[in-house]
């Protein structure tokens, strides 16, 4: 790991959940959602020493000054609990994630990075990302993801009044259809970012974004795709050894439509 930049200690048992979109109109079943989410926070403060949040739990975050969406004060309670109790929980900024200025640092407690993690589980270099952007055919994507993440952009928001905002995002949500814009080829091009980052020396890489939950073990490598929190209950876990994908089995909280 010399030739990596500087890691992250992330202690195992090391869980890696993304893509819930709490708040996303399409969920048939928010309360239903709630109950999977906060099984999974028992398992991780039961048997866990860390949580990686990459991405996109919420459909919508913008945190104004003095105001946050307050429809998830019981996840944000939720996360408290698990950093109250020794967990080391961190945040990736998804897409969804629009501002992440402060508040989950200094009122939970929660380690937040703007763009990737490169971290350290008991010795193993592991890469984490969202994964939005990756694709080939993003190039006007990856511009107004510049757009909208820069200061002039969250400051203008920041000046629209907290009620007004929310239903502009509820307005313009498009997560309903979010898994149907990607293709299994498209697959492919997450597999190789992933083998550049095994070439640089990660034993492990991990993304979400696609809602295709996905793992590839090439040798000692190992590629997971956390699937979502929608459909398929997936997540990650790295033990200290292995690097794997797991399930919650539920059915599907997504409109039939």
């Not at 079943?29 to 996109?56: A, C, K, T, Y």
């Not at 890469?127 to 952009?153: C, E, N």
């Amino acid at each position: 790991m010399a030739n990596l930049p500087s890691l992250i200690p992330l202690p195992a048992p090391a869980f890696f959940v993304s893509d819930a979109h709490m708040g996303a109109a399409h969920i048939q079943s928010p309360r239903q959602q709630d109950e999977m989410l906060e099984r999974l926070f028992v398992e991780v403060l039961g048997h866990g020493r860390s949580l990686v949040i990459v991405g996109d739990l919420f459909d919508f975050w913008f945190e104004w000054r003095h105001v946050i969406p307050k429809a998830h004060f019981h996840v944000l309670h939720s996360l408290r609990v698990l950093v109250d109790g020794g967990i080391a929980v961190h945040y990736l900024a998804g897409n969804h994630d629009f501002r992440l200025s402060g508040f989950l640092e200094t009122e939970i407690g929660i380690c937040v990075h703007p763009d990737s993690m490169a971290a350290d589980v008991e010795g193993q270099a592991v890469f984490v990302y969202h994964g939005d952007g990756v694709l080939a055919r993003d190039r006007g994507y990856r511009f107004v993801k510049r757009v909208l993440r820069s200061p002039t952009a969250q400051r203008l928001f920041s000046w629209i009044h907290p009620d007004v905002g929310m239903r502009l995002a509820r307005g313009t949500s498009t997560t309903s259809r979010t898994y149907e814009r990607y293709r299994s080829s498209d697959e492919e091009e997450y597999l190789a970012l992933a083998r550049r980052k095994f070439a640089e020396g990660f034993r492990g890489v991990v993304m979400g974004h696609t809602h295709r939950p996905q793992e590839v073990m090439e040798g000692e490598c190992t590629y997971v795709n956390l699937g979502d929190w929608i459909e398929h209950f997936t997540f990650g876990v790295h033990d200290g050894e292995h690097l794997r994908l797991a399930r919650l089995a539920q059915p599907c909280l997504c409109c039939s439509s």
